[in-house]
């Protein structure tokens, strides 16, 4: 932005192609993960993210003007997210299929957590490679460790055991996937989706400006404003595990999937009543308190979200579709299968 006089409402243009292009291909993604499962869809998004992760060097080292630079950026980055945009329903389909039932959020928890280890670590670690190499080194520096990360899953990454086959109930086969119309009309799965709209608007607003937040509007120095904008994604990080071990304890001592809500209630309240606190705080250190309890709190819905979202998809969880047991409860959602 400093180098191009790239404008913040222009940056912001850019991030929003990059996210709706990235809700375009999220369907897509999760039929992807369908057919050729979590493994081959990780596989081609950690080699299709080094690509366009070094494309986006190549344009600062091959353009120079600030309109070209611009509308290249936004090519790029939105090219980079179809690639991207089976992570997160990939890995949760890959905990359903390696992982027993009762420690599934948790997981989830986990594997989501350590996103938001990298989210912490960029404003510290990037920003360093950029003070050292240059913003489009930088990119072709992350691009090489990208790929050697690819190429490791891709290498010694379990195989996926029976990707298209549904969870179930001992003894109870699979149901059909259902169609679409008959998905859309499922009231679990639509609240589920509204819930988890509001989680990602609230967190998005951190992860692209925190530290803008911090170095521009509050004008402290950029080491501090990278600092500061780590601490809150910790705080989601270790949030994280936590809400989704607390989840899946509550669901065995409950011994109804129905418990697992619980989390996410308690979370997302907290979170909001957290960041009307940062939001009117005035001191910096008391803003990124506020901010990161904030983070934490709604960090702790992921786990639940995600294995709920995989236990309602059944046979169709990348997409996802739900599969159904006879009784109408979903696939693998019982609480005779939540407890074994």
């Known amino acids: 932005m400093e180098q191009y006089g790239i404008a913040p409402e222009r940056m912001g243009a850019i991030y929003s192609a990059l996210l709706f292009a990235y809700t375009l291909c999220m369907i897509p993604g999760g039929l ?18 080094a690509f366009f992760v070094a494309m986006t060097g190549a344009v600062g080292l091959l353009l120079h003007s600030s309109a070209a630079v611009f509308l290249a950026l936004v090519v790029v980055r939105g090219l980079l997210v179809i690639v991207f945009s089976p992570l997160h329903p990939g890995s949760a389909r890959a905990v359903s299929l390696w992982v027993p ?15 938001l280890l990298g989210i912490a670590a960029t404003p510290l670690g990037f ?15 992350a691009a090489g460790f990208t790929a050697t990360l690819a190429l490791v899953w891709t290498t010694f990454a379990a ?14 086969p699979a149901a059909p996937a259902e169609s679409w119309r008959t998905l859309l009309g499922r009231r679990s799965l ?32 950029e080491e501090r404003s990278r600092f500061y904008a780590a601490i809150p994604a910790l705080t989601m990080a270790a949030g994280m595990p936590l809400g989704g071990w607390a989840s899946d304890r509550l669901e065995r001592a409950l011994g109804t999937p129905r418990s697992r809500g619980i989390v996410p209630m308690a979370g997302m309240a907290a979170g909001a009543l957290l960041l009307v606190l940062g939001a009117f705080a005035r001191e910096p250190a008391w803003i990124v308190l506020w901010f990161a309890l904030a983070l934490g709190a709604v960090g702790a819905t992921e786990g639940p979200f995600w294995a709920t979202a995989v236990e309602l998809g059944g046979r169709r969880a990348g997409a996802p579709r739900r599969s159904s047991t006879p009784g109408g409860t979903p696939a693998g959602c019982s609480p005779r299968s939540s407890r074994r």
């Open 32 to 49: 992807f993960i369908d057919r050729f499962g979590p493994k081959a869809a990780l596989s081609a998004l950690g080699f299709g993210s």
């Open 127 to 141: 920003g360093a490679l950029i003070d050292r190499f240059g913003w489009p080194s930088a990119f072709l520096i």
């Open 101 to 115: 039932p009762d420690w599934r959020s948790r997981t989830n928890g986990l594997v989501n957590g350590s996103a």
């Open 190 to 221: 639509v609240l589920l989706t509204l819930s988890y709209a509001a989680v990602g608007y609230f967190q998005y607003l951190f992860f692209y400006w925190m530290t803008y937040y911090f170095q521009t509007v509050l004008h402290l120095p």
């Open 159 to 172: 195989k996926d055991p029976g990707h298209r086959e549904a969870p179930t109930v001992a003894g109870e």
